[in-house]
């Protein structure tokens, strides 16, 4: 079976940014679990590892196990006897879900998370699932000081894990880009839907990733991403990401159209308001739309 680097987009129900239980990741061997309570953590023979293990497969530093705003990655430090999860040697940073078994050298862990200590670091936020059609006036949210710091983490999250997809879509490991960035691109929808604010460049951001990602895996719930995310913040869909999405289209069969549509009509009856280049948007987008019913899904 071939290693889950990735996924489909899980949507999980949460909490959204609120308060919640603190939780943290641990590595669980039978009836221990070895907290992983810092990031990065280095787990390795060495005395001075985060982590010791013992064995002749494991190495001096043997992995590294980073925590970031959409989850657990761990990178192999060029061991001798690799790093495996759910029997698969990884080749690049892996981002990991819980239930994920980790081998390194003669031990086998479950990755799981347990309840920290009120002086743990936070996992990050909860995703909320996003609205079908939640559509939120520009404007209409204004950011609590709380937010700053997290769209702050968000952007600094979606820069490292950007860099690690990059590698993945350029040796043609669309899955796996996938797996590293699914999590981190619903989050951000989640937001947007939610009311809570999404900094023009992260979801511009966002947005170009997803159409990546449609392009790597096939799939054109990547493509309707970007209009959920641009739906649910009521702005316009940046320029460049449309055009692309004309190449996208001749070879990525299934948009939504229904949800095209809706987002197209969501323009249409604020032209008014949109600026010149906005209109031309506007058009570019209806013409998506005569292409995507000349490439149906089939």
């Given at each position: 079976?071939?290693?889950r680097q990735a996924g489909e987009v899980r949507e999980t129900?949460?909490?959204g940014l609120h308060a919640r239980a603190r939780t943290s990741y641990a590595l669980r061997d039978g009836a221990t679990d070895h907290r992983l309570d810092k990031s990065p953590l280095v787990v390795g023979r060495a005395t001075d590892a985060d982590l010791v293990l013992s064995g002749s497969l494991v190495s001096r530093r043997h992995a590294e196990f980073h925590e970031t705003e959409a989850g657990l990655i761990v990178i192999d430090l060029d061991s001798q006897n690799g790093v495996f999860v759910n029997d698969v040697q990884i080749t690049s940073p892996t981002a990991l879900l819980i239930g994920d078994r980790l081998t390194i050298g003669e031990h086998e862990f479950v990755l799981t998370d347990v309840e920290a200590t009120s002086g743990a670091h936070s996992r990050g936020p909860e995703l909320r699932t996003p609205r079908e059609s939640a559509r939120v006036p520009a404007g209409s949210y204004a950011a609590t000081a709380d937010e700053g710091p997290?769209?702050?983490r968000r952007a600094d999250a979606l820069q490292l894990l950007g860099s690690v997809a990059d590698k993945?879509?350029?040796?043609g490991r669309g899955h796996e880009a996938e797996h590293v960035l699914g999590t981190h691109l619903v989050a951000a929808l989640s937001d947007a839907a939610a009311g809570r604010a999404v900094a023009p460049e992260v979801a511009r951001t966002c947005a170009q990733y997803a159409v990546k990602l449609a392009t790597a895996t096939g799939k054109p719930t990547w493509l309707d991403f970007a209009f959920r995310l641009y739906d649910a913040l009521g702005q316009t869909i940046p320029l460049p990401i449309v055009d692309e999405m004309y190449t996208v289209l001749r070879h990525v069969r299934g948009i939504d159209r229904e949800l095209l549509r809706s987002y197209t009509d969501f323009l249409q009856a604020r032209t008014a308001q949109l600026s010149p280049p906005e209109?031309?948007?506007?058009q570019r987008l209806e013409g998506l739309e005569q292409l995507a019913a000349w490439h149906p899904a089939g």
């Open positions: 079976m071939a290693q129900a949460g909490s997290v769209a702050t993945a879509l350029a040796l209109r031309f948007v506007l």
